[in-house]
């Protein structure tokens, strides 16, 4: 078993709709929470970074996590062509022992069409 | 201020031959990752170095190894080429100061190694 699952999709919906990215994750010691987008041919960017459970939003974007279940999310709101990409969820342990390791989930494609 | 860069961008190799790909931080950024991307299995951890120093180290065979320099620039090099290797390599830069807990990863474009 994957320590972070995540459905690849691939999801398609249309431009302005809400689109709702999930992913789950086994081990308790994972304390950050992050996720990227990657479009084709380019290296994955960080979206959104959260620490504790509740909800961080940035602009369009709401990033969501409950501890208790395992379970991370993101939202995106008004959704664009340009949203169109990859997106990937993260988790790193905390402490010491992590340096420079993020553990990702397998990916969901996302098409927004016009 | 320049972004992340690997080279090369493409690369084919045979099985059996030896591979070495170059990445180059962020200015200032002194902790670079290493990660392989896949289809089947996504973004897997690599290493990561610090100051020259490899600081964590991921499930991989002894095969794949890299190196830092006191520029903090990285090498990483894959010996003895499977099929499998086949993949996208990513290389990722941050601070590193701590520990790359909560320090933000940039990465590169990746170098695309194709072994036939």
């Known amino acids: 078993q994957k320590e972070v699952e995540q459905d690849p999709g691939p999801l398609s919906v249309p431009e302005g709709a809400i689109v709702s990215l999930n992913c789950t994750y086994s081990?308790?010691?994972?304390?950050?929470f992050m996720w990227y987008r990657q479009y084709s041919r380019k290296g994955p960017e960080l979206l959104m970074y959260t620490y504790s459970s509740g909800n961080k939003e940035d602009g369009r974007f709401t990033a969501q996590v409950d501890k208790s279940s395992k379970y991370i999310s993101l939202f995106i709101r008004d959704s664009q062509p340009s949203d169109s990409a990859t997106y990937l969820c993260a988790v790193v342990v905390g402490g010491g022992t992590s340096y420079g390791k993020l553990t990702f989930g397998q990916g969901t494609i996302l098409t927004v069409h016009p | 201020k320049a972004g992340v860069t690997q080279t090369p961008r493409y690369l084919i190799k045979t099985r059996g031959q030896q591979v070495t790909l170059s990445c180059s931080p962020i200015?200032?950024?002194?902790?670079v990752s290493w990660y392989q991307q896949t289809p089947g299995q996504g973004l897997q951890f690599l290493f990561e170095?610090?100051?020259?120093?490899?600081?964590n180290k991921g499930n991989f065979p002894g095969r794949f190894s890299g190196r830092q320099f006191s520029n903090s620039r990285s090498e990483m090099n894959v010996s003895t080429l499977e099929l499998g290797d086949s993949a996208l390599y990513l290389c990722?830069?941050?601070?590193?100061?701590?520990?790359?807990?909560?320090?933000?990863?940039?990465f590169g474009p990746g170098t695309r190694l194709t072994v036939l």
């Open positions: 990722a830069s941050s601070l590193g100061a701590s520990g790359g807990i909560t320090d933000t990863q940039y």
């Open positions: 081990n308790s010691a994972f304390q950050y």
């Open positions: 200015s200032g950024h002194r902790s």
């Open positions: 170095y610090f100051s020259e120093t490899q600081r």
